[in-house]
């Protein structure tokens, strides 16, 4: 049974500890990243458990190409398995630990399409995110000169024309030019979403998942 654990520095040092059947640990080695499938291809058929981390499916699918069994276990149900001081080697001897207990809960190893998608979400829901932030903090801007717009992202973007052909308003040519900017950053915005969801259709119809 081998344990790995990256570290903290950009995933680019990893920490094994190898036990015996019987959890005894028998060995430790530090990996770099470029070390790391190597080590495993000379080893033979064995558990490896791995914190469910950062490019943790990536290394997940790599280490079962050459016939390991590997168990991704959330960070959480590893940390009641740590003894002594917090190291990276106690670390992977906690995950070590964790991985034979027959009660414990894995992560389902993602597979690149899975993965695709879920980067898909992620990305679409950064842009919504960044598009609400930017409104939110328009009409903010807004309401200190005496300019009510209702919440809603459409709300603000019927509006800004309109704001911006006004010259009554009280509104200078400065803060215009501000207004002119912002709408053209929420266009931006909204062409990024429907990217994204046009995406998210296309794969929706490929799914048959999704089609039930």
């Not at 807004?142 to 704001?163: C, F, H, M, N, T």
């Not at 929420?186 to 998210?200: K, P």
Request: aromatic share 8%.
């Amino acid at each position: 049974m081998r344990a790995s654990r990256p570290n903290s520095r950009a995933k680019n040092v990893f920490h094994a500890v190898c036990c015996d059947q019987y959890g005894k640990q028998v060995g430790r080695k530090l990996l770099r990243r470029n070390q790391v499938l190597a080590y495993f291809a000379q080893m033979e058929s064995c558990l490896v458990g791995m914190e469910s981390c950062g490019s943790a499916h990536y290394w997940a699918r790599e280490l079962q190409k050459p016939g390991h069994q590997v168990k991704l276990i959330p960070p959480q149900y590893v940390k009641p398995y740590l003894r002594g001081n917090k190291n990276d080697y106690n670390d992977a001897l906690a995950i070590a630990e964790a991985v034979t207990r027959p009660e414990m809960r894995f992560s389902a190893i993602n597979t690149q399409e899975q993965q695709d998608i879920q980067a898909l979400h992620r990305l679409r829901e950064r842009r919504i995110q960044e598009r609400t932030a930017l409104c939110n903090q328009v009409r903010g801007l807004l309401a200190e000169y005496g300019l009510i717009i209702k919440v809603g992202v459409r709300s603000l973007q019927r509006k800004l024309p309109d704001l911006l052909e006004d010259a009554e308003n009280g509104l200078r040519d400065v803060f215009r030019r501000y207004l002119i900017q912002i709408q053209q950053q929420l266009q931006e915005l909204d062409a990024h979403i429907d990217f994204y969801n046009d995406l998210l259709q296309e794969q929706n119809r490929q799914n048959e998942a999704c089609q039930r």
